[in-house]
């Protein structure tokens, strides 16, 4: 057989089966990823809103911005994911946020690639649970190495400042888009 | 023809006298960024692992059908299929181990120990053969980056496999969970594994040596006997 067909042959072979069996693998396996990160994203939601049974979405801006029921379908705040720039990548928060827009409930990092072990710590209880009912006034603040005092403080993890500040900024970000929005009049 | 080693020894070469990191010193991207803790280097060798065997059975099925010039085109094509299953069944199966490792799966398909042994062995020996020297290479993948990870995650966050070992008066030294450590950890590792490898090395040669030279005396006695 000529050299160059049966080179050719065997690459369009070996494509065509590869292409073939990973169709296949895909079929099956693309609901369940689906389903999965849905299932994340509902979970995400009611981790920020603790009394939080029902949700509908909002589609009047961009993104994805929850709004959150308890049992007696009262509005209990807003689920919010927003991301922005960390340390070495981006970093994508789930933002509870009370109906008020003037506190947060709780936060939850859905992604990051931040140092592990260092700025990894963000995603760590110590850290997150600063954010538990903490005041936005006219934003979040962080200090360092020493315990926060005012209501809207937060203490930055040592050596991880960099990351403890982009969260504390995203969460800034996102809140003030919520308040313009709510200007508006589209929330 | 050439003499055959035994199965087994086709298995256990994987682990110490081919050792894919401290001897063959292939695949250090991963093991340098995974090591931060000894489960990290865990799930990254089995995937690796996996990988390994089925892309090293298939090669060893095809060797006599691909031709000598595209044979590299062809292996990444077979390991890259094979990482794509693992990562789109873990991400629908597992997906909690998916996010912990991350773009760490993709990556597997550039592991040069893959390619290494697709192109070193599986392209020249029989299904069976293949199968065990996978097995074997990845177990030695799997042993170094356990003993790595361990170290870097005692010394860098006081535990080891998540349990609390160091004394909670134990200051971590960050720089373990760093990429420097992980250069300063393996650095040291290869050469003290050198070491060990030069002195059992000079321990046989002085044996072969002393050995020789009683014969020789004996020899001479004889002659001198005589």
Known sequence: MNKAVHILLTLMVTGIIAGGVLALVNIWAEPRIAANQKRETEEAIYLVQKNGKSYEEIKTVKGELFKVFDGQKNPVGYSFVYEGNGFQGKIRLMIGIEPGLDKVTSIEILEQTETPGLGTKVTEHPYKDQYNGLTIGTGIEWVKGKKPVKPNEIQAITGATISSKSVTAIVNEGTALLRKMKSEGRL | ?226
């Open chain 2, 1 to 226: 023809m050439k003499k055959q080693v035994s199965y087994s020894r086709e298995y256990l070469k994987g682990l110490w006298e081919i050792n894919p990191t401290f001897k063959q010193i292939l695949g250090m991207c991963p093991t340098l960024a995974v090591t931060v803790s000894a489960i990290n280097g865990i799930a990254m060798a089995l995937a690796t692992t996996f990988v390994l065997i089925f892309s090293s059975i298939i090669i060893s099925m095809v060797r006599k059908l691909i031709p000598n010039q595209v044979r590299i085109a062809a292996y990444i094509v077979i390991v890259a299929t094979f990482v794509t299953i693992v990562d789109l069944v873990m991400k629908a199966a597992f997906p909690v181990l998916s996010k912990a490792l991350g773009p760490f799966i993709p990556l597997i398909v550039v592991n040069c120990i893959i390619l290494g042994r697709a192109e070193a062995f599986a392209s020249k020996n029989t299904i069976f053969r293949s199968f065990l020297d996978a097995l074997g290479n990845g177990t030695g993948f799997l042993i170094s980056l356990l003993v790595l990870g361990s170290i870097r995650e005692l010394l860098g966050s006081g535990t080891v496999l998540g349990y609390a070992v160091l004394p909670e008066s134990y200051d971590p030294m960050i720089i373990m969970i760093l990429p420097a450590g992980a250069f300063l950890t393996l650095g040291l590792l290869m050469g003290l594994a050198n070491f060990y490898t030069a002195r059992k090395e000079r321990i046989s040669i002085e044996a072969l040596r002393q050995k020789y030279m009683i014969e020789t005396e004996d020899k001479q006695l004889i002659e001198a006997g005589a």
